[in-house]
């Protein structure tokens, strides 16, 4: 120990001499960490845009596409490449459901909950749980609505299924499908509209879609104004979903386009809602055959149903 510290002591006295010869020496010291610079973005931001940007997500938006390259390096016509699109867990799912029941102000879907790992897990199984939600519930609805009439039988509409599922599937791709590529168009045309890709429009349809299934169960209710009340409730929801993720793609556009797109989106929204009410719910009124009660003296009485 003692020779130990008799070394330490002779080094320390030749720095100390080193030091007094060449005072202008650099010293180093690696009690201090040294910060390393953030990154700085090349171009000036304009006021108020900050937010805007985040929202967008353009400051990881290299790194988000690298992540999405390398993940999806497989051919197309491998189980592999089909199989990213599913790989999410169910704490992922329940959390982008949260988000589309409870949208927050101000708050991008795509950017809180999606462009990590877009998926098509939750699209499919909720599609595919509001069919037979819409089917089943419309059947039982219009059993109540005849409930109690000696004419009535009832018969299950199984073509509602079919129909049911034609109608969401169709609306939840060919939707995103001709959103994403009006999105590309304008994109080539203005330079600042940010476009998604079409995994990301199909996978906000589709988790935009969850508040009909419990919307749907709810219209059993046979009371037209309790249906409305839900239909216009579930329709806010969902659309403001949707509003607040596609305005900052075309905020940048023209001002009557990105009105125009805006206005087409919550349309069509609002015809796929009112039109399944419509159709599997608010069904009109049969007119049954009246029986025919044959009497005592050969002939036969023709009740009239009301």
Known sequence: IASLVMYLLAEFDDAANLLAANPDATTISIDEPVEIPKNQHGRLQEPGREEDDELLGTDDSDKTELLAGQK???????FEYYQTFFDVDTYQVLDRIKGSVFPVPGKNFVRLYIRSNPDLYGPFWICATLVFTIAVSGNLSNFFIHLGKPTYHYVPEFRKVSIAATTIYAYAWLVPLALWGFLMWRNSKVMNIVSYSFLEIVCVYGYSLFIYIPTAILWIIPQKVVRW??????????????????????????????????????????????GCLAYFFDAPELDFPAPIIPAHNGTTVITKSQ
């Open 229 to 274: 009340v839900l239909v216009m409730f579930s329709l806010c929801l969902s659309g403001s979903v949707l509003v607040m993720t596609f305005w900052p793609a075309v905020r940048d556009d023209n001002r009557r386009i990105a009105l125009a797109t805006l206005g087409t989106i919550v349309l069509l929204h609002a015809l796929l809602a009112v």
């Open 72 to 78: 999806k390096s497989a051919p197309f016509w491998t």
